[in-house]
C-alpha cells in the first residue's frame, strides 16, 4: 500500500508540472518563447537542489523532480524563467549575483501586474522597483531587502552554461524577438476582446492566428490562390510538426493538408508568402514533375522558381532565410535543376521550407500514382483563378507563372511528336523538282500526251543521315526498344532518309554500318551483357570518314551506361520515362513512355 501511495503522488506532481507548463503555452506572451525553449524534470540534468528552476543562457529550463507546486506556481516559475531569455537578462556584469537579484525583482513585477501565476514565494515585493539598470546599482546597499524572488533558492536562477546541440536543424532562437512577437499578440488580442471581434477555434478560446488571417485572405482577396487554400487544411500543431521535422511550413498534396510550424512565429505577411508558396508548389504539379530527378534538388530548384515569382508579385513579405537568388531570374525549374546538380555539395546544404535535406512537399510522387480527379482540380483552380486575377485586376504576375499556368491548360506532347519535331529540325524537306528522264506518266484521258515525274535531286539527298548509337545490353526494355525503333522508321521514311549508320553498343562497341531505318529493327538483338559503355560507339563514328561531319546523332539507352562527349555535334537522347542519365545532357532527351 505505501509504494502504490507514493506512485500516486508522484503521478499527481508530475501532472502539476504539466498543467503549469499547459497554462504558460496558453498565453499569447508566452507561446512563441514556451515553443523555442526546452524544459527538462528530471534527474540525468543538474537543477537546484533547494530551489525549483534554473535558466540557461541557450534556453533550457531545468525544473526540481523532487520538489512539489501546483500547477499555477509552475506556470509562474515557467514563466519567470522565459522573461529572463526574452528581456536579454543575460548580460556580463561586475557582480553577477546582483544583477541576478535585479532581474529577479523586475521579472516578478511584470508577472504580478500581468496576473499571471501563483508566487512561489510567501512576501511581497518591495516597493519603488523600476528597470534593471537603476535596481542593480541599488541591491548593493540592501541585498537583503531584494533577495529571495528567484526559482532558484539561494543560488543564481540565471546560469551560463547549457547545451547548445539540443536545436538540432533549428537555427539559434531570437529570445528577445520571441518576447516581442509574444507582446504584440497580447496586445492586438486584447484589442480584438474589446472591439468584439474574437473568434474562438474549435473550443480552445485562442484568438484566430496569423496563419488562419492569412489563408482567409487568399479566399476573400486573391482569386488567384482561393480555390486551392479553401481546399487545404491548415495543421498549426508544433508536435506534429516537430514530429515531422517541419522548420517553416510544408503540403502534402494527397491529404490535403498545409502544415505551419508555429514556434516560427511568422507575422500575417509572412504567412502569407509561405502559404502561396506551398500552394503553387501543388498547383503547378511540382511533385508529379519530379520524374526521373532527385527529389530534394528538385525542390530547391522549384523553390527558386516560387520564390522569385512571389518577390515580383509581393505576395506578403519573403521571411528570412528562405531560397532565393537573382542569377535565376526568368529560369524554369527544370534548367535551374540543370544547374544546380552541377554543384551537388552546395545545393545540397540548402534548407527548405521544411528544412536541411526535406522537400516541403510530402509525398513520394514516382511510387504512388497520383489521383486524376485531384490534379485536375488543381489545374481548374489555377487556370480559372488566373482568369479571376486579371479581371479583377488583382495585380502584377510574372510572365514565367502565366505561361506555366496556360501550359497547364493543355496535355503534355506524347514523346512521339516531340521526335517527330526533332527529325523535322534536323531534316528540310527536299523540294521535289519535275523531270522527263524518268520514264513519262500518261493519263488515261490523254495518253498521247508524256507528262513529267516528279523527283527528287540526287544532290539534296547526299549527306542526308544520321547516327544512331543502340544501347543492345540487357537491361534495355525490349517493348521500349522496339517502340523506338518503329518510331525512327517512320519518321526517316517520311523525311526521306534512306540511311542511318548504327553502332551496337553493351560492353563492346559494334559498327553495322549504313543501314535503311525501317530494316534497323529486324537486325537488333539484345544481349545479357551487364553494363553499357557507349563512348566508344560515339568515338567510333565520329572517327568514320564517310560519315558526314553535320549529321546529327540519336543515342538511345536506359540511362545505366557511362558519360558520354559528342564533341560539339547536334544530338539528342532517347530514354524510358523514369530513367536517370548519369550527366547533365546538352542535347533534347525524349522520353519514352
Not at 13 to 25: D, H, L, M, S
Not at 132 to 161: F, K
Request: aromatic share 10%.
Amino acid at each position: 500500500m505505501p509504494k502504490s501511495k507514493k506512485k500516486a503522488q508522484v503521478d499527481i506532481a508530475t501532472q502539476n508540472f504539466y498543467a503549469g507548463q499547459k497554462i504558460v503555452v496558453s498565453h499569447p506572451l508566452f507561446e512563441p518563447l514556451f515553443n523555442e525553449a526546452m524544459i527538462w524534470r528530471d534527474n540525468n540534468h543538474e537543477y537546484p537542489e533547494n530551489g525549483l528552476a534554473v535558466v540557461t543562457k541557450k534556453g533550457q529550463i531545468l525544473c526540481n523532480p523532487k520538489r512539489r507546486a501546483e500547477p499555477s506556481q509552475w506556470a509562474r516559475v515557467i514563466a519567470h524563467c522565459l522573461i529572463h531569455l526574452g528581456m536579454g537578462h543575460f548580460q556580463n556584469k561586475d557582480n553577477p549575483i546582483d544583477w541576478n537579484i535585479a532581474c529577479d525583482c523586475v521579472t516578478e513585477k511584470f508577472l504580478t501586474d500581468l496576473r499571471f501565476g501563483t508566487p512561489f514565494y510567501d512576501y511581497e515585493l518591495p516597493s519603488g522597483i523600476s528597470d534593471e539598470e537603476r535596481l542593480y546599482m541599488r541591491v548593493a546597499e540592501d541585498r537583503a531587502r531584494y533577495s529571495g524572488y528567484g526559482t532558484a533558492g539561494n543560488i543564481q536562477d540565471m546560469s551560463l552554461s547549457g547545451d547548445e546541440r539540443w536545436y538540432g536543424y533549428r537555427s539559434k532562437p531570437q529570445w528577445s524577438k520571441l518576447f516581442a512577437a509574444g507582446l504584440s499578440t497580447a496586445v492586438r488580442n486584447a484589442v480584438s476582446v474589446a472591439s468584439g471581434d474574437y473568434e474562438n477555434l474549435a473550443g480552445t478560446g485562442h484568438m484566430k492566428s496569423a496563419a488562419s488571417r492569412a489563408k482567409q485572405w487568399f479566399i476573400s482577396s486573391y482569386p488567384l490562390l482561393g480555390a486551392i487554400a479553401a481546399h487545404f487544411k491548415l495543421i498549426e500543431d508544433i508536435q506534429i510538426c516537430h514530429r515531422m521535422q517541419i522548420t517553416v511550413a510544408a503540403i502534402s498534396p494527397f491529404m490535403s493538408e498545409l502544415y505551419i510550424n508555429p514556434s516560427r512565429n511568422l507575422s500575417e505577411h509572412e504567412n502569407r508568402f509561405v502559404m502561396a508558396h506551398e500552394f503553387l508548389h501543388v498547383a503547378l504539379h511540382h511533385g508529379t514533375r519530379q520524374e526521373w530527378r532527385d527529389a530534394f534538388l528538385w525542390n530547391v530548384a522549384c523553390d527558386f522558381v516560387i520564390n522569385g515569382w512571389l518577390t515580383e508579385m509581393g505576395v506578403g513579405e519573403r521571411p528570412n532565410g528562405v531560397l532565393y537568388d537573382e542569377q535565376f531570374k526568368g529560369l524554369n525549374a527544370e534548367s535551374i535543376y540543370d544547374r544546380i546538380v552541377t554543384d551537388i555539395r552546395t545545393y545540397r546544404k540548402l534548407a527548405t521550407m521544411r528544412g536541411v535535406g526535406l522537400g516541403d512537399i510530402i509525398g513520394d510522387f514516382r511510387n504512388q500514382s497520383a489521383d486524376g480527379d485531384l490534379d485536375d482540380f488543381y489545374r481548374r483552380s489555377l487556370v480559372q483563378g488566373l482568369e479571376y486575377h486579371k479581371e479583377q485586376e488583382r495585380g502584377y504576375l510574372p510572365a514565367g507563372l502565366v505561361e506555366e499556368i496556360r501550359a497547364l491548360g493543355h496535355p503534355p506532347i506524347p514523346w512521339d511528336v516531340e521526335l517527330a519535331r526533332w527529325f523535322d529540325e534536323q531534316f528540310t524537306p527536299i523540294e521535289k523538282k519535275r523531270s522527263y528522264a524518268r520514264p513519262s506518266r500518261r493519263q488515261s484521258s490523254t495518253p498521247n500526251i508524256p507528262r513529267p515525274s516528279w523527283v527528287l535531286s540526287q544532290a539534296a539527298l547526299d549527306g542526308r543521315t544520321f547516327g544512331v548509337i543502340l544501347d543492345t545490353s540487357g537491361s534495355m526494355d525490349r517493348a521500349l526498344l522496339a517502340s523506338a525503333l518503329g518510331a525512327i522508321a517512320s519518321y526517316s521514311y517520311s523525311r526521306d532518309v534512306y540511311a542511318a549508320r548504327v553502332i551496337f553498343c553493351d560492353a563492346q562497341a559494334h559498327d553495322a554500318g549504313f543501314m535503311k531505318p525501317e530494316d534497323i529493327a529486324g537486325t537488333v538483338k539484345v544481349r545479357g551483357r551487364g553494363g553499357t559503355v557507349l563512348q566508344p560507339g560515339v568515338d567510333m563514328l565520329t572517327q568514320t570518314e564517310d560519315f558526314p561531319k553535320d549529321a546529327p546523332i540519336l543515342v538511345i539507352t536506359d540511362g545505366e551506361c557511362d558519360k558520354v562527349i559528342l564533341y560539339g555535334r547536334e544530338h539528342a537522347f532517347l530514354v524510358p520515362q523514369g530513367a536517370r542519365l548519369p550527366f547533365v545532357a546538352k542535347g533534347k532527351v525524349f522520353r519514352m513512355k
